[in-house]
């Protein structure tokens, strides 16, 4: 059973910053492509960021680039977001996502984490 489990998640003001993690588990994710999405009350679940299994492709939704950076450890199937300058606009609750596919995970991808709150105050 493939489980993916994020954490880091909490409330920061404005201008604060904060790391997610998402750690894998239940087998190897070898090759497998990582995300990060969000969806905010009232709103559509969005694409935030995306890295390939070596790390040399990636990409941002243009709301976050500059702000946020996504990494990974593939050794320990583990995925980062560091989010700095925080907004209120990005309250919503963040999601990972892997797939053996670049593209589909930043669509359609095959396995999800059960989502951490992050919650910015003005």
Same mark, same amino acid.
């Given at each position: 059973? %493939?489980?993916? %489990?994020?954490?880091?998640?909490?409330?920061?003001?404005?201008?604060?910053?904060?790391?997610?993690?998402?750690?894998?588990?239940?087998?190897?994710?070898?090759?497998?492509?990582?995300?990060?999405?969000?969806?905010?009350?009232?709103? $559509?679940? $969005?694409? %935030?960021?995306?890295?390939?299994?070596?790390?040399?492709?990636? *990409?941002?939704?243009?709301?976050?680039?500059?702000?946020?950076?996504?990494?990974? *450890?593939?050794?320990?199937?583990?995925?980062?977001?560091?989010?700095?300058?925080?907004?209120? $606009? *990005?309250?919503?609750?963040?999601?990972?996502?892997? *797939?053996?596919?670049?593209?589909?995970?930043?669509?359609?991808?095959?396995?999800?984490?059960?989502?951490?709150? %992050?919650?910015?105050?003005?």
């Amino acid at each position: 059973q %493939v489980q993916l %489990v994020e954490s880091g998640g909490g409330s920061v003001q404005a201008g604060g910053s904060l790391r997610l993690s998402c750690a894998a588990s239940g087998r190897a994710f070898s090759g497998y492509d990582w995300g990060w999405f969000r969806q905010a009350p009232g709103k $559509e679940r $969005e694409f %935030v960021a995306g890295i390939s299994w070596r790390g040399g492709r990636s *990409d941002y939704t243009d709301s976050v680039k500059g702000r946020f950076i996504i990494s990974r *450890d593939s050794a320990k199937n583990t995925v980062y977001l560091h989010m700095s300058n925080l907004k209120p $606009e *990005d309250t919503a609750v963040y999601y990972c996502a892997a *797939d053996p596919s670049y593209t589909n995970v930043k669509i359609r991808p095959t396995y999800w984490g059960q989502g951490t709150q %992050v919650t910015v105050s003005s």
